[in-house]
């Protein structure tokens, strides 16, 4: 009869191309997870922003000043390059402080990490603020 080895190791090398080819269309088509530790690390780097603008009472300052474009100009130097942010100031009541949106770029489409910060005033009479951070890294 006839040697059939040839046609059988054909089918085979096909076969073996299909599956490496399906493999690579799966995992490019397979959605990503979040890197949850880009996320923790931004986080944590708003966290300290904050922190950091209100060291000496400025950020507290500056919201009782309602001067919301030195807040998005101090947040521009602070954060990295390549983090937009969005920051929304609340009062003890939880009604929005801020007249106007304090924000350096859009975060729609953007995987955003939100950070609460609770503000004091350094004045004769003390008010609260809460601070809410949203930032996400821009692609």
Known sequence: MY?????????ESFLA????????????TWPA????SKQ???????????????????LGS?????DWTSIRA???IVLPVGVSFNLTVYDQEGQTVNSE??????????????VQYLCA???????????RLQLGWTR
């Not at 040697?3 to 089918?11: A, C, E, N, V």
């Not at 923790?40 to 400025?58: K, P, R, V």
């Open 121 to 131: 005033t350094r004045s004769q009479t003390v008010e609260f603020f809460v601070v």
């Open 17 to 28: 191309v299909a599956v490496i080819f399906s493999a690579v269309l799966v995992s490019v």
């Open 74 to 76: 101090a947040l521009e």
């Open 101 to 114: 949106v304090i924000q350096n770029s859009g975060l729609l489409g953007l995987e955003a990490v939100s």
């Open 40 to 58: 923790n690390s931004l986080a944590s780097t708003g966290t300290q922003a904050l922190m950091e603008l209100d060291a000496n009472g400025t």
């Open 62 to 66: 500056l919201i009782l000043q309602k």
């Open 33 to 36: 997870s979040p890197d949850l």
């Open 3 to 11: 040697d059939r080895k040839g046609q059988i190791r054909i089918i």
